[in-house]
């Protein structure tokens, strides 16, 4: 029995692999994959493995090329590139794919402009649901090729908003694999120094939803489930087919820590590099839970905001009036670098990651602890790691989901270690966009990185009558503010007390910028 069932999934297996492949199949793979496509009919099974991103050619090129070093010698005059000791690592491109548009000059001037993303819900039937409404992405088409039409319509949208995300982010750094006068730099990376961490919290859900309608569907069963539909559904399956596309060999793992998930993949990628082991990985997180088991496994919990009659108005972080968050969809990712490696390449440097912590409440699967203790320890050991002083942070992206405990319990937090700084300002992105549970803190940080590079932060939307305690002066208005950021603090927390607080600043050539933590 356990014989016939592993060469059933190694059968299985072999076929996958050539759908995940960007080269063309050997005939007898399109053979096996024909025959499945004539075979089944459901949303999984329109793929055909012919699709190519490359040309010949150009695969040639990419193997005949020869794999950049980093050189001790590169120009680093007048350039510190360690900090307390660690390798410096810094954010070359950002990549995003979310419901307020998939190019990240056009996400972050929808943010600023206080444009709400949310809205009803058109991917199916809500009836019977009550919530309705969600920050949905519409309409995904690969965004111009990034991932081919039918990887679009076979793959988890998860995995695809994935792989669009972070070819965006390289092709922001200046590292396009596509034809063009960039790909020999993409070229000339060392695959086998370049990684790739980028997680999921909730992973294929849509993948598993359709396995369960065909395995319990009368006359259907499981000969008509699709035969991916479990590597499609792992959390790890996203990056595992961003790294066979790319070719990159380093590091590659998924962390799931549920709405926490982006940050802790960026900390991981940035100790990655701090430790040696690549040059260059891929860090963030992608999730895709708009859908009916998602919004109503959520409604049942009674997380869920249910103002029906007002979807733009429903999240509202600190509003006396909030009533649970909104679920979103969507994926950041950040192309991180070593300092040595963005210099030797004459890498565009968008900021610096300065470091992060993370810790558990250990009191509560979905409730934060009321006093805040575990975010305290989170930010305490964040600006401990990251050599700063709570003084020199005068921007922080909250993880504030418009839940009535979680907004206060984080705020009175912050207020409590960042409220004697005069220039401290604090707005919540799912305010317009909803919560993208394990993508909220990688879509977060892109925003993040933004608001450093444009000195402009968006609005918080809906903030009508702040609740009781809430610090208005600490908040960003209900238009856009302008901040020159020195350092930014975005935080993300996750049920079953996971807390996490990362540290990112404006880039500068000599490391003691901070020189007042460095002297504590």
């Given at each position: 029995?356990?014989?016939?069932?592993?060469?059933?999934?190694?059968?299985?297996?072999?076929?996958?692999?050539?759908?995940?492949?960007?080269?063309?199949?050997?005939?007898?793979?399109?053979?096996?994959?024909?025959?499945?496509?004539?075979?089944?009919?459901?949303?999984?099974?329109?793929f055909s493995p012919k699709a190519k991103r490359y040309s010949s050619s150009a695969r040639h090129r990419r193997e005949?090329?020869?794999?950049?070093?980093?050189?001790?010698?590169?120009?680093?005059?007048?350039?510190?590139?360690?900090?307390?000791?660690?390798?410096?690592?810094?954010?070359?491109?950002?990549?995003?794919?979310?419901?307020?548009?998939?190019?990240?000059?056009?996400?972050?001037?929808?943010?600023?402009?206080?444009?709400?993303?949310?809205?009803?819900?058109t991917k199916f039937d809500c009836a019977n649901i009550t919530t309705t409404f969600a920050g949905e992405i519409r309409n995904f088409d690969g965004c111009d090729g990034l991932v081919p039409p039918r990887m679009v319509k076979r793959?988890?949208?998860y995995i695809s908003f994935m792989i669009a995300a972070a070819k965006k982010a390289l092709i922001h750094a200046g590292l396009d694999m596509r034809d063009g006068e960039n790909a020999e730099k993409f070229n000339e990376l060392d695959k086998q120094r370049c990684g790739v961490v980028i997680g999921s919290a909730m992973g294929g859900m849509h993948s598993f939803q359709q396995a369960n309608y065909e395995l319990w569907t009368p006359g259907r069963g499981s000969k008509k489930m699709n035969p991916f539909c479990i590597p499609f559904a792992i959390t790890n399956m996203?990056?595992?087919?961003?790294?066979?596309?790319?070719?990159?060999?380093?590091?590659?793992y998924s962390i799931a820590a549920a709405c926490a998930t982006g940050?802790?993949?960026?900390?991981?990628?940035?100790?990655?590099?701090?430790?040696?082991?690549?040059?260059?990985?891929?860090?963030?997180?992608?999730?895709?839970?708009?859908?009916?088991?998602?919004i109503a496994g959520f409604a049942a919990s009674k997380a869920l905001s249910t103002r029906n009659d007002d979807p733009e108005g429903a999240s509202r972080p600190w509003d006396k009036n909030r009533d649970g968050f909104v679920m979103g969809e969507g994926c950041g990712v950040l192309c991180l670098e070593s300092l040595e490696s963005a210099l030797a390449r004459d890498a565009p440097i968008l900021a610096e990651i300065l470091g992060g912590a993370a810790t558990c409440d250990a009191h509560h699967m979905t409730e934060p602890?009321?006093?805040?203790?575990?975010?305290?320890?989170?930010?305490?050991?964040?600006?401990?790691?990251?050599?700063?002083?709570?003084?020199?942070?005068?921007?922080?992206?909250?993880?504030?989901?418009?839940?009535?405990?979680?907004?206060?319990?984080?705020?009175?937090?912050?207020?409590?270690?960042?409220?004697?700084?005069?220039?401290?300002?604090?707005?919540?992105?799912?305010?317009?966009?909803?919560?993208?549970?394990g993508a909220a803190s990688a879509?977060?940080?892109?925003?993040?990185?933004?608001?450093?590079?444009?000195?402009?932060?968006?609005?918080?939307?809906?903030?009508?009558?702040?609740?009781?305690g809430v610090r208005t002066d600490l908040l960003v208005g209900t238009t856009k503010e302008k901040l020159k950021v020195k350092v930014?603090?975005?935080?993300?927390?996750?049920?079953?007390?996971?807390?996490?607080?990362?540290?990112?600043?404006?880039?500068?050539?000599?490391?003691?910028?901070?020189?007042?933590?460095a002297s504590a």
């Open positions: 029995m356990l014989s016939c069932a592993s060469s059933s999934f190694a059968s299985s297996s072999s076929r996958f692999s050539a759908v995940a492949s960007t080269s063309s199949p050997s005939s007898s793979s399109s053979s096996s994959i024909r025959r499945e496509h004539q075979q089944n009919h459901h949303r999984g099974n329109h005949r090329a020869t794999p950049r070093r980093i050189s001790a010698a590169a120009s680093t005059d007048g350039v510190d590139l360690t900090r307390s000791g660690k390798k410096r690592v810094v954010i070359t491109g950002i990549g995003a794919v979310t419901a307020l548009g998939h190019d990240v000059d056009e996400f972050y001037s929808r943010l600023l402009d206080g444009e709400s993303a949310i809205k009803p819900i793959a988890d949208p996203g990056g595992a087919l961003v790294a066979m596309d790319l070719k990159f060999m380093g590091p590659n940050n802790f993949c960026m900390m991981n990628a940035m100790d990655h590099i701090r430790n040696g082991e690549c040059d260059l990985c891929l860090a963030g997180a992608s999730d895709a839970a708009v859908l009916s088991s998602g602890l009321p006093n805040g203790a575990g975010v305290r320890l989170a930010i305490g050991r964040a600006l401990k790691n990251a050599g700063v002083l709570a003084e020199d942070v005068n921007y922080i992206n909250a993880h504030a989901t418009s839940t009535p405990a979680g907004d206060l319990a984080e705020l009175r937090t912050i207020t409590d270690i960042f409220g004697e700084n005069s220039e401290l300002k604090i707005n919540s992105t799912k305010s317009l966009i909803g919560h993208l549970l879509v977060e940080a892109v925003a993040v990185i933004k608001a450093i590079g444009t000195g402009e932060l968006h609005p918080n939307k809906n903030l009508e009558d702040p609740d009781e930014a603090l975005s935080n993300s927390f996750g049920f079953g007390g996971h807390n996490s607080a990362v540290l990112f600043a404006a880039y500068d050539a000599k490391a003691d910028t901070f020189c007042r933590a």
